[in-house]
């Protein structure tokens, strides 16, 4: 518009202060990228847990296992309409460091199951015909390099030995926050080299067909097993990984605490840088009102000034952690996934712009309240 | 060379709304850099306390914790008669343990939290030298007894002394409460191992570790050898301190790696905005310090003593930083160690080192934000400074 | 001409006029019960001491500040009851300012500063430019348009803003010692533009100044003393 020039000459009278301002915004707004992707990949579980799915473990504990034979029992109850289940396996490929999560799984209804993790039906097939066969995630092959017909040995934990694998197929997620670093292989396999516990699972997964009806379903199903020696809880999938997620830490509360500070830092510094840059301006303001300019335009001057350096720090700051982002998980697989979503990009940017109207606001109206002979009379 | 500081220190004054803007942002940082560090400082701290020097954690060979390895009762029998294992008036100080995780309500959310439930015998308390029972008494072999570790009465609900708990299919009634001087052990519950593997449906007398108290720390290595030498045993030993360094590892580097990434951008951040609050200060002071040039002090002069104006800002912030966080030091939480998914409570460790670290940095970047101003402020040419151009 | 019973067909009528300043506890009399009469085509130069209330009458006419009490009636309009927003439209049609301290915005060119009042209005991009470039080269500096206030010598900021004073043609223009920072030789080219304005352009020009070479060129020279404005002299041709 006309007022342009205007607006960009004044950002650029001191070119130094405006590219601090910008770059604070720009740190201010990479941080709170990091911040978003971190919540995101610890709460990640969540986010994406299936609304159908429930989530059946030993009520001892986790790592106690259920007997194979409940796969049935469960499939009798009404309102259930699949049932699938995995053992974790918890070996270890070349060295401890290398962590990433093995499952053993049913091929008969993983796939079902899972909808969103997605194998090529020529791969699946593979697979299942393959007794030493493994599915990967595409994220898990990247980060080793692995390729299909790669044979990938990894040693056993609790059960120990060498454990050969061949990977048959490498499955991608629908969505973007899907976990792809799993390792999947036959869970007949793991059951035949065991020597205790066969016949044993560790947990299952249950589709249910209205998920207006889980916590009926919770309780049924845990009645189910009840004084048996293998009790049961059952959750919904999102409360399980929600409960799992909470014991990880307070980190909820540590990234609130850190993006706090960080925004209030912001908003003093450009606040203030902003009151210093009115300041020095007075007699240019003044002379605009005797021009004829009104209070309001000064005041909407000043604002989008502000506003202009917000923007720009803002999408600067967006666009470093997008790209840090891009870069991989620093923490190198520690983190299910390491992405930034838009919706956190546009949240950035609207509060870029926030701190940008807020830091003006008071500058913006000293200067709407100027009095010209009172500033000119200072000239 | 005399250096116009008094000036420097009576601006500081006068501009004081610009100086409390440089000072709370380094101090926010500061106190950011140091909270994260001594978050990891005091995970590792209670996990490397946890491991004593003259002890050795024996687990099957191949298992990468004690949950997930295996012994046999008869392998216990034959590491009893190893070499370097101390020997009390209750026989060596072996002490064979079952570790299972049980889920119990974390205060804080209301939601479960795994606990790493321990099942040990008597000896346990000998050969862990630092468990000591604080109130109540050690369960009784044979009963349905738990001793409760002190961070973890503090973090789960109903570990009180005196309740009764229900978890793997049974009562347990809380008779005990033991200090470990604020290692692992103290986010634990103990109880009677054999009690515990019928509970979990394990066969008898397996067990996930055992713990060895040495004749002294240096009998480890041959009592390593013996173990590896030995055909009949499938065995891996080492110092129990080693063990648990390498488990607070996950944790430790998650939180010193995106700790540092936030701690340095924010400490980027910063020096932008002490930068900027340095850079408005010599302009709207460019004709008093051409006068002071005009005065007869020299550019070196004028940069050191907007240099020390900096630094001096940057110290406040930096002490004000760390006093900030100096009430989390103590302050219980949580997280889970990864190698074992299990919940360990731990508490922030801010120490006099972290304080000083974190004073250190921010001078760092009062320097930096203070430099290049006062690098403009002392080049700036004399004359026209005077006539207000 | 001074005192009141002049023609109401006076371009710019005072009636009246108080000023009151509340200085601590007291209060002080700048103007008391002033009139004026400025025709079309004046040049009326204001005289007086340090403190006198020259350059609150000047912010008065140029609607800057409101009177205690009184009238000022300009073409016709009544400004002295007009809100604040009216009156700062008003001000952009019908105000010219000429300050002592030039007041050009260092960070735009002479051209952009001239544009300034012109983006107000209605007028399009090359409309704006046509009446730029015709005030620029009438104060003589048609070729310095794109310059910053920082690359002009003092003289040369002076004429800018009298372009800029001038470029919206407006109803007359108001200059509170424009002289008062050059040197003898810029003075006196500042002086004769503005008579130039004049005498060609038919503007009327309110001044306030302390130098009495300045002073000889206007056609009435009125003193301020004691809140009232008294006549010191008059050109041949206006009778008192």
């Known amino acids: 518009?006309?007022?342009?020039?205007?607006?960009?000459?004044?950002?650029?009278?001191?070119?130094?202060?405006?590219?601090?301002?910008?770059?604070?915004?720009?740190?201010?707004?990479?941080?709170?990228?990091?911040?978003?992707?971190?919540?995101?990949?610890?709460?990640?579980?969540?986010?994406?847990?299936?609304?159908?799915?429930?989530?059946?473990?030993?009520?001892?504990?986790i790592i106690q296992p259920l007997p194979l034979s409940y796969q049935d029992r469960l499939l009798k109850i009404p309102g259930i309409k699949l049932v699938t289940y995995a053992n974790w396996f918890g070996g270890v490929y070349q060295d401890e460091k290398n962590f990433f999560p093995q499952f053993a799984i049913s091929t008969e209804t993983q796939r079902q199951m899972f909808p969103e993790f997605i194998v090529p039906d020529e791969e699946w097939n593979k697979f299942v015909g393959d007794r030493e066969g493994a599915v990967v995630g595409e994220g898990l092959a990247k980060r080793f390099g692995w390729k299909l017909g790669d044979r990938i040995p990894i040693r056993g934990t609790f059960i120990p030995g060498t454990w050969e694998f061949n990977i048959d197929g490498i499955y991608h997620g629908k969505r973007v926050a899907d976990?792809?670093?799993?390792?999947?292989?036959?869970?007949?396999?793991?059951?035949?080299?065991?020597?205790?516990?066969?016949?044993?699972?560790?947990?299952?997964?249950?589709?249910?067909?209205?998920?207006?009806?889980?916590?009926?379903?919770?309780?049924?199903?845990?009645?189910?097993?009840?004084?048996?020696?293998?009790?049961?809880?059952?959750?919904?999938?999102?409360?399980?990984?929600?409960?799992?997620?909470?014991?990880?830490?307070?980190?909820?509360f540590l990234i609130l605490t850190i993006g706090g500070v960080v925004f209030f830092t912001l908003l003093l510094v450009t606040g203030n840088t902003m009151a210093i840059a009115v300041r020095e301006r007075i007699g240019e303001l003044a002379v605009l009102k005797a021009l004829g300019y009104s209070d309001v335009f000064v005041l909407v001057l000043v604002l989008t000034e502000s506003l202009l350096v917000a923007l720009v720090g803002g999408i600067l700051g967006m666009a470093l952690a997008k790209l840090f982002t891009l870069a991989g998980d620093p923490t190198r697989g520690l983190l299910p996934y390491f992405y930034l979503p838009s919706v956190a990009i546009a949240g950035g940017i609207f509060v870029a712009l926030l701190v940008g109207i807020t830091a003006g606001m008071l500058p913006a109206v000293t200067a709407m309240r100027l009095r010209v002979v009172d500033a000119l009379r200072r000239v | 060379m005399a250096i116009p500081v008094i000036y420097n220190m009576r601006s500081v004054k006068a501009r004081w709304t610009s100086a409390v803007v440089a000072v709370l942002g380094i101090a926010g940082t500061v106190g950011v850099f140091?909270?994260?560090?001594?978050?990891?400082?005091?995970?590792?701290?209670?996990?490397?306390?946890?491991?004593?020097?003259?002890?050795?954690?024996?687990?099957?060979?191949?298992?990468?914790?004690?949950?997930?390895?295996?012994?046999?009762?008869?392998?216990?029998?034959?590491?009893?008669?190893?070499?370097?294992?101390?020997?009390?008036?209750?026989?060596?100080?072996?002490?064979?343990?079952?570790v299972v995780i049980a889920p119990f309500p974390m205060r804080s959310t209301g939601t479960d939290?795994?606990?790493?439930?321990?099942?040990?015998?008597?000896?346990?308390?000998?050969?862990?030298?630092?468990?000591?029972?604080?109130?109540?008494?050690?369960?009784?072999?044979?009963?349905?007894?738990?001793?409760?570790?002190?961070?973890?009465?503090?973090?789960?609900?109903?570990?009180?002394?005196?309740?009764?708990?229900?978890?793997?299919?049974?009562?347990?009634?809380?008779?005990?409460?033991?200090?470990?001087?604020?290692?692992?052990?103290?986010?634990?519950?103990?109880?009677?191992?054999?009690?515990?593997?019928?509970?979990?449906?394990?066969?008898?007398?397996?067990?996930?570790?055992?713990a060895v108290r040495l004749t002294s720390a240096d009998a480890l290595n041959s009592f390593k050898d013996s173990l590896t030498s030995d055909p009949r045993l499938t065995l891996q030993a080492e110092r129990e301190v080693d063990y648990y360094d390498k488990q607070s590892r996950v944790l430790t580097t998650l939180i010193t790696v995106l700790g540092s990434i936030v701690a340095a951008v924010m400490g980027i951040g910063a020096v932008f905005g002490a930068l900027n609050t340095m850079y408005s200060a010599v302009s709207e002071?460019?004709?008093?310090?051409?006068?002071?040039?005009?005065?007869?002090?020299?550019?070196?002069?004028?940069?050191?003593?907007?240099?020390?104006?900096?630094?001096?800002?940057?110290?406040?912030?930096?002490?004000?930083?760390?006093?900030?966080?100096?009430?989390?030091?103590?302050?219980?939480?949580?997280?889970?160690?990864?190698?074992?998914?299990?919940?360990?409570?731990?508490?922030?460790?801010?120490?006099?080192?972290?304080?000083?670290?974190?004073?250190?940095?921010?001078?760092?970047?009062?320097?930096?934000?203070?430099?290049?101003?006062?690098?403009?402020?002392?080049?700036?040419?004399?004359?026209?400074?005077?006539?207000?151009? | 001409m001074v005192d009141g019973n002049g023609k109401t067909s006076s371009l710019i009528q005072v009636r009246g006029l108080d000023k009151k300043y509340q200085r601590g506890s007291e209060e002080i009399d700048v103007l008391q019960g002033l009139n004026l009469d400025v025709e079309k085509g004046d040049f009326v130069v204001f005289m007086g001491p340090s403190g006198s209330g020259k350059t609150t009458l000047l912010n008065l006419l140029g609607g800057l500040d409101v009177p205690s009490r009184g009238s000022i009636t300009v073409a016709g309009d009544e400004i002295t009851h007009m809100s604040r927003s009216k009156l700062t439209e008003w001000r952009a049609r019908h105000v010219g300012f000429i300050f002592q301290m030039y007041n050009l915005i260092p960070v735009l060119t002479a051209y952009q500063n001239v544009e300034l009042p012109l983006l107000l209005?209605?007028?399009?991009?090359?409309?704006?430019?046509?009446?730029?470039?015709?005030?620029?080269?009438?104060?003589?500096?048609?070729?310095?348009?794109?310059?910053?206030?920082?690359?002009?010598?003092?003289?040369?900021?002076?004429?800018?803003?009298?372009?800029?004073?001038?470029?919206?043609?407006?109803?007359?223009?108001?200059?509170?010692?424009?002289?008062?920072?050059?040197?003898?030789?810029?003075?006196?080219?500042?002086?004769?533009?503005?008579?130039?304005?004049?005498?060609?352009?038919?503007?009327?020009?309110?001044?306030?100044?302390?130098?009495?070479?300045?002073?000889?060129?206007?056609?009435?020279?009125?003193?301020?003393?004691?809140?009232?404005?008294?006549?010191?002299?008059?050109?041949?041709?206006?009778?008192?």
């Open chain 2, 285 to 389: 002071r460019s004709r008093e310090i051409a006068t002071i040039r005009a005065l007869g002090f020299g550019e070196l002069a004028v940069i050191t003593s907007f240099v020390i104006e900096a630094l001096l800002i940057s110290f406040v912030g930096g002490a004000l930083g760390s006093i900030a966080v100096l009430p989390l030091n103590g302050l219980t939480t949580g997280a889970m160690n990864w190698q074992t998914f299990s919940h360990l409570a731990f508490a922030f460790r801010v120490t006099p080192l972290l304080m000083g670290l974190g004073i250190v940095f921010a001078l760092v970047m009062g320097v930096a934000g203070g430099l290049p101003p006062a690098v403009r402020a002392a080049r700036q040419p004399v004359a026209s400074a005077l006539r207000g151009l």
């Open chain 2, 113 to 210: 939290a795994n606990v790493q439930i321990r099942g040990v015998s008597a000896k346990a308390i000998q050969v862990h030298e630092n468990v000591k029972i604080v109130a109540g008494r050690l369960f009784r072999p044979g009963l349905n007894e738990l001793v409760v570790g002190k961070n973890a009465t503090r973090s789960y609900t109903g570990l009180e002394l005196g309740k009764t708990v229900r978890f793997g299919g049974g009562q347990w009634t809380i008779v005990g409460q033991f200090d470990s001087g604020g290692t692992a052990f103290d986010s634990e519950v103990w109880c009677d191992a054999a009690i515990l593997n019928q509970v979990y449906h394990r066969p008898t007398n397996i067990y996930s570790s055992i």
């Open chain 1, 179 to 252: 976990d792809t670093t799993q390792f999947w292989f036959h869970w007949k396999y793991l059951d035949e080299r065991k020597q205790f516990s066969k016949g044993f699972v560790g947990w299952y997964t249950v589709r249910i067909d209205d998920p207006g009806k889980a916590a009926q379903l919770v309780k049924t199903i845990d009645q189910e097993f009840a004084n048996s020696p293998w009790e049961t809880k059952t959750d919904t999938e999102k409360s399980f990984a929600a409960s799992w997620v909470k014991q990880f830490g307070n980190i909820q």
């Open chain 3, 121 to 240: 209005t209605k007028l399009s991009k090359a409309e704006r430019r046509k009446h730029v470039e015709t005030a620029l080269a009438v104060v003589g500096l048609a070729d310095r348009v794109n310059h910053y206030p920082r690359q002009l010598s003092g003289g040369q900021e002076q004429r800018v803003a009298i372009a800029r004073a001038i470029v919206s043609d407006p109803t007359f223009l108001l200059c509170d010692e424009p002289t008062g920072d050059l040197d003898r030789k810029s003075a006196d080219e500042i002086m004769g533009l503005i008579e130039r304005l004049v005498r060609e352009y038919h503007k009327t020009v309110l001044m306030v100044t302390h130098d009495p070479l300045v002073a000889k060129r206007a056609n009435m020279t009125l003193h301020l003393e004691k809140g009232v404005l008294v006549e010191a002299s008059a050109k041949s041709g206006v009778a008192s």
């Open chain 2, 34 to 98: 140091i909270a994260m560090l001594s978050l990891a400082r005091g995970f590792k701290a209670t996990l490397t306390r946890s491991g004593s020097a003259r002890n050795a954690m024996v687990r099957r060979a191949g298992s990468t914790s004690e949950m997930d390895s295996v012994i046999q009762l008869d392998q216990e029998k034959i590491l009893e008669d190893a070499p370097g294992v101390a020997r009390g008036t209750d026989g060596p100080a072996v002490s064979p343990e079952v």
């Open chain 1, 1 to 61: 518009m006309r007022f342009f020039p205007l607006i960009f000459a004044n950002l650029f009278r001191k070119k130094m202060r405006t590219i601090l301002t910008v770059g604070s915004f720009a740190v201010a707004l990479f941080l709170f990228g990091l911040l978003f992707v971190v919540r995101g990949a610890f709460s990640q579980g969540v986010d994406v847990a299936g609304a159908d799915r429930l989530v059946v473990i030993n009520r001892t504990s």
